[in-house]
Each structure stands twice: as C-alpha cells, then as structure tokens.
C-alpha cells in the first residue's frame, strides 16, 4: 500500500516545488515591472531626471552664413529693390553653365546682371562653399539682399568704391533658396547674424581684378560664359 503512494507523493512534491518557483520568478518579474513603472513616471513627471536624457537631441541650427567673420549690415539698413542691385555672377566651378543658369534664376527674380563669366576671368578661384558674395562699403545693403537668395553664402568686404556686388557660385551650390522662403521684407531692417563684425571694424580685402589678357585656347573661349 505505501508502495504505491510512494510515486503520488513524490509527483506531489514535484509539483508543489514548480508552483514556489514559478511564484518566485513570476513575484520578481512583477516587482521589476512596478519599479521600472515608478522610474517612468517619476521621470516623465519631472521628479527625476537622467543626465543622458537632459541633452538636446536636435540638428544644428544655420546660421544663415557661411562664415562668422562677415561684415554686420549697417543699423537700420533695409533691403534692396532686386532691380537695382547690379551682380556679376561668376562660376567657381569646373561645371559649365552654372554662372549663366545662376543668372538666369537671379534675373528671373528681378536682379540687374552686369556679367556672367568664369571666377578665374575676374580674378578669382575656384569656390567650395555655395556662394561667395563680395561687394564693397556702397553696396552692404545690396550684399544682404543679394545673399538673402542663397543657402549659407560667404560674404566679403572689398575695397571698391561702387554698389556692385560679385556673386561666386561655388561647388556646394544646387539652387537658390525657393522665394516664398527668403526672408526679407522691404521696409524692415536685415536682421544681425550672429557672429558678424561691425563693419568699421572690418578691414577689406583687395577687389578682384582680372588677370592680364591674353589668347585664350579655343576651348577656354567656349566655356568663357561660365
């Protein structure tokens, strides 16, 4: 007779034994639950914080220029009518026809071209960055305008005595920035990029000169429209 309730006592214990241990693992699973629970509420309430989630998880924001050391518009200055504001647009780029497609886009939005022409032909080299925007005291107001058409363009102080503007497309170019998005309204004064310098205290480059004439190759006159 006990033989035979040997087996039955000990299939018994057996499972009384799973039972405690399935408790046990299931007891612990529960309170990991409720603690990480009270953790998340804790900190989405703001009564605790974590050093790794106090960071900004963002994208820089531009500047709006490509460099920190161009001239400050003058206080008050406000934009130029796009008709008179006289630009040479020039290639930077080993890319043919950008000058004259660049042109064509700045014409198309009412600017005066005086020029399209290779970089080299002015005086200049070639350019990595979108657009460098060189231009002289006369023509500050006009440079903002100008650069206002473009993503992240370099502006540059020259010693010329006139209002023109130069306009280096570089290779970084694509497009103009889209109308609707430029930021420019005709009786509100340019806004002060962070990091530019007043402009007394800037001292100006050399302007850009073109180099001595001489019998170009047949194939730089083809590509002398830029």
């Given amino acids: 007779m006990s033989a035979d309730r040997t087996p039955d006592a000990a299939r018994q214990r057996r499972r009384r034994h799973t039972r405690e ?11 990991g639950l409720a603690v990480a629970a009270f953790g998340a509420a804790a900190v989405y309430t703001g ?4 050093p790794f989630l106090s960071r900004d998880f963002s994208s820089p924001e531009p500047t709006g220029l490509a460099a920190e050391d161009s001239p400050c518009p003058p206080e008050g200055a406000t934009p130029v009518p796009y008709g ?16 004259g497609d660049t042109a064509a886009a700045l014409s198309q939005r009412g600017f005066t071209v005086a020029q399209q022409l290779n970089a080299s032909q002015m005086g200049y080299s070639t350019y990595a960055g979108t657009a460098l925007i060189q231009f002289g005291t006369q023509g500050v107001a006009a440079a903002y305008t ?4 473009f ?10 005595a006139d209002a023109s503007v130069d306009v280096v497309v570089g290779s970084s170019y694509n497009a103009l920035v889209a109308a609707s998005d430029v930021v420019l309204v005709a009786d509100q004064p340019f806004a002060v990029p962070e ?11 050399p302007q850009a000169t073109p180099p001595p004439a001489t019998e170009a190759p047949a194939e730089e006159q083809a590509a002398a429209e830029g």
């Fill in 151 to 160: 993503d992240t363009p370099q502006l540059v102080l020259d010693t010329r």
């Fill in 84 to 99: 008179q504001v006289s630009l040479n647009v020039l290639n930077g780029t080993n890319r043919v026809g950008l000058a």
């Fill in 47 to 50: 009564n605790v914080s974590l």
């Fill in 195 to 205: 990091g530019c310098i007043a402009l007394d205290q800037v001292t100006p480059v």
């Fill in 146 to 149: 100008v650069a206002a058409q």
């Fill in 21 to 31: 241990r399935q408790a046990v693992v299931f007891g612990v699973l529960l309170g």
